[in-house]
Each structure stands twice: as C-alpha cells, then as structure tokens.
C-alpha cells in the first residue's frame, strides 16, 4: 500500500508523463508550416542584410555594399577563369 505522499507524486508524474507525450506530438506538426514561409531562402538573406546594415560599427549604405559584392563576384568568376558575360 503507497503512503499518503507518494500519491501527489505519482499523480505528477503522471501529468508530467503526459505533458511530455503531447509536446511531442504536437511539435512535428508545427515544423513544416515554418519551413514553408521560408521555401526560398530569401528571409534569411534580407535578415543578414539587415543586420549588416543595423549593426555594423559604422552605418552602412546599401549601394556600396551592393557595389562590393559585385566586384567581388567579378573578381572571383576572374579568378577562376569564366568566360566574361
């Protein structure tokens, strides 16, 4: 026979146990609705933009770092010896 204590433990346990059950299950529901909001990729590239831009130690502006990723990417195709378009 449990004593008088052991009851409120179990029954937490129990609560605790099922809880859990339920977090699982309903956790992979949750996952492809946020997969599908970023299907293309572009959230996580506007949210590194601006964070660039909001961050940096010193305000940045957006043609000269556009400006700088296209002479980057032209030095690179250079480097590797792509025919120019």
Request: aromatic share 4%; net charge positive.
């Amino acid at each position: 026979m449990r004593s008088v204590s052991a009851v409120p433990r179990v029954l937490a346990r129990s609560v605790l146990a099922v809880l859990l059950s339920l977090a699982v299950v309903v956790t992979p529901l949750a996952v492809p609705v946020a997969a599908a909001q970023d299907a293309t990729g572009l959230d996580g590239v506007r949210a590194a933009y601006h964070d660039l831009l909001d961050l940096f130690y010193r305000p940045l502006v957006g043609s000269d770092l556009l400006q700088a990723g296209w002479t980057a990417l032209r030095n690179d195709v250079e480097r590797r010896g792509a025919p120019p378009a």
